[in-house]
């Protein structure tokens, strides 16, 4: 139902993203991929957002290093996306790029910003640093937990899997402790519990997780 579109970042720089949109939205969306670019599962949740009334838009973070990246869950794809995630993209410009994407799903009205894995962890960033954000839901942001001094200037919604290797449940209740303001959820799942395209995916979670994001945009970002 969606469409790839071209942004405009603030230094001039043009990256793609994939966007849809509800016919008359109640407010915008900005999804904010994982370590496996823009690919089909990503593209599929921005149309789960616009069927849900927004205006969504999902920028392509990892086209300053190479354009149309869409990777697979296997070791190679696993294996390149995190070089390119955490070694080769400069994480100040990709939050310059979401901007991009606040400022034209701002079009609808309020945004709230949404990430998994990697995008987790680029939308805590987003909430603590952009403005424009009304509102965000961070899925299983691997670092996220490290990054406790940092402020939100909106409301936070965070989850997280008490199966999750890579995010040590302790480490998570640290981060809960220490953020009193976030509201941190942890389910019975894994890493990645969101994405119906893993072995990791885990319906109930991903349905709860998407039933309180739904809610929290409802309360802080729907006109």
């Known amino acids: 139902m969606g469409q790839m579109i071209e942004l405009t970042a603030g230094d001039g720089f043009k990256l793609g993203a994939y966007s849809a949109s509800a016919p008359e939205p109640k407010g915008g969306v900005v999804v904010i991929q994982e370590i496996f670019g823009v690919n089909a599962h990503i593209r599929e949740v921005v149309d789960g957002y616009a069927e849900a ?3 969504a838009v999902a920028p392509a973070l990892f086209d300053r290093v190479e354009r149309g990246v869409e ?14 995630a955490f070694q080769e993209i400069d994480h100040a410009l990709a939050l310059a790029d979401i901007a991009a994407a606040v400022s034209t799903a701002a079009s609808a009205g309020r945004v709230g910003v949404v990430g998994y894995c990697f995008g987790g962890l680029m939308t805590w960033r987003s909430a603590c640093e952009l403005d424009g954000v009304s509102a965000a839901s ?4 691997g670092g996220v937990p490290n990054e406790a001094e940092r ?12 199966q999750d290797a890579h995010i040590p449940v302790a480490d998570v209740e640290r981060f809960a402790a220490a953020r009193g303001e976030v509201e941190v959820h942890l389910y019975d799942a894994d890493h990645g519990f969101n ?5 990791s995916f885990d319906a109930a ?14 309360a802080h970002v729907d006109a």
Do not use: N, S, W
């Open 53 to 55: 009334g927004y205006h």
């Open 71 to 84: 990777l697979g869950y296997d070791e190679a794809g696993m294996g390149r996306g995190m070089a390119l």
């Open 138 to 141: 961070a899925y299983y942001g």
């Open 151 to 162: 402020t939100p200037r909106c409301p936070v919604i965070a989850h997280f899997g008490k």
């Open 195 to 199: 994405c119906d395209h893993r072995g």
């Open 205 to 218: 979670a991903a349905d709860q997780a998407r039933g309180r994001t739904l809610a929290h945009f409802a």
